[in-house]
Structure formats: structure tokens, C-alpha cells
């Protein structure tokens, strides 16, 4: 007990010492100012303008440099993230990629621009079962971890109805599968 007693003695004279030595003081802020003297300049190490152009010269040596391609508009609005399905006077609004089967005699049903009226799934679903059915596929299937069945997709194939993945009973996009 008395040996653990020396310890915390000579702990606490170690920490008080410690605590009134001279620290310097840090300077708070960004700039020249506390950058340390011996850090060296921040671009020492760039390239210059001419060395990079002398570089591209010596790389196309003689060769023709390519045109420059106007950019490709590329549409990120929900008509371009979507398939629209017409039918019944209704329209509806399915992920792309959702449509998993559309029979040739069906492909009329999927269009570019939709008319008529927007309508829900489940209501679109309803009045049109005549020609679409749903496909539940598991968590697996939407990420692509497992491909859909074969035998699955080559009965839906042999079918004349369009297909449409759900996931808990909404449409869902799922990775393309090959045919």
C-alpha cells in the first residue's frame, strides 16, 4: 500500500512539472503566417505551360489531333428515366428497365410520349390486366447478384402478356438480362 502511495507521489510531481513547462503557442488561422519556414514552396513540383505543351507536341508527333465532338444532349427528366404504358385512355409512368417482356403485339402499348390521363399503378394495373401481369423478384434479382430464371423468362416468352418486375407490389427497374 505504501509502495502504491510513492507512485501516485511521484506521478503527480511529474505532471505538475510538466505542466508549467513552456509550450509555445500555436497560431490560430490560415496563410504565409503559420506555415512552417522549412515546408518549401507549393508548387515546386508543377508543370509549367510550356512543359506541357512540349509534352503533348512530343506525344502527337505527327499526328493528327482529334476534332472536338459537340456534346451529346443527354435527358435526365422523368420521360427520359421512365417507360411510359398507354392504355385505356390512361397513361402510366414505369421505372425504366421495369418492363421485363413486351410481346411484339403488344409494343403499341409502349410509347415515346404519353397521352390521356396520368394514372396510379394499381389503378392502371386494375383496368388492364388483360394484357399485363407482374413478376415479384427478390432483392437479389434488383441488385443483379442472381439473374433471372431461364425457365421463367421462356415461359413469359411463350406468353402474349406484357411483363413488369414489382418488388413488395410496385413496379422496379432490374439489371437487362440477355436474351
Known sequence: MKHHLHILGLLAATCSVLHGADVPERKPGTGLAV???????PTID??????LTARRQASVAGQELPKPMPPQPQGFGLLEMSTPLEGGGEFILLPKDSVIWC????????????????????TFFSANRAWITT??????????????HPDTMERYRKGNLLVVATFQGGPISIPTQTP
Open 103 to 122: 410481346p411484339p403485339g403488344l409494343r403499341s402499348h409502349m410509347v415515346s410520349s404519353p397521352s390521356g390521363k396520368f394514372t396510379d399503378w394499381l
Open 135 to 148: 413478376m415479384d423478384v427478390t432483392h437479389d434479382q434488383i441488385t443483379g447478384k442472381t439473374p433471372l
Open 35 to 41: 506555415v512552417p519556414k522549412d515546408a518549401g514552396h
Open 46 to 51: 508543377s508543370t509549367t505551360d510550356e512543359q
